[in-house]
């Protein structure tokens, strides 16, 4: 399985940016996806996560209301849409995937598979 993100970029405070990420090289119906960050000295975040078949979405709190997680299962991509942002969403963004069933789906302990990561600069 091979994750490609994309969309990152600098953007002021309140603005929106669209992330993508491609994925290849499997069977995705039966996977979890998730949107995770890392700000520089800090350790990788859950921010979103969905069910690739079933439409089930998951958020961190920090980013409820403001970004939105989907995907297009023909095309094998997952969004993160991410409005009214703020300097605290400064990260590297990376995309992963499960295959899990048990356990939580907000822990980078639970997935399999992960992009690099695409920068997000939230300028204020």
């Known amino acids: 399985v091979q994750l490609q993100a994309s969309g990152g970029g600098l953007v002021q405070a309140g603005g929106s940016l669209r992330l993508s990420c491609a994925a290849s090289g499997g069977t995705f119906g039966a996977y979890v996806m998730g949107w995770f960050r890392q700000a520089l000295g800090k350790e990788r975040e859950f921010v979103a996560a969905?069910?690739?078949?079933?439409?089930?979405?998951s958020y961190a709190d920090s980013v409820k209301g403001r970004f939105t997680i989907s995907r297009d299962s023909a095309s094998n991509t997952m969004y993160l849409q991410m409005n009214s942002l703020k300097p605290e969403d400064t990260a590297g963004y990376y995309c992963?995937?499960?295959?899990?069933?048990?356990?939580?789906?907000?822990?980078?302990?639970?997935?399999?598979?992960w992009g690099h990561g695409t920068l997000v600069t939230v300028s204020s």
């Open positions: 969905i069910n690739w078949s079933g439409g089930w979405t």
């Open positions: 992963a995937a499960t295959l899990t069933r048990s356990g939580s789906y907000s822990l980078v302990s639970s997935y399999n598979y």
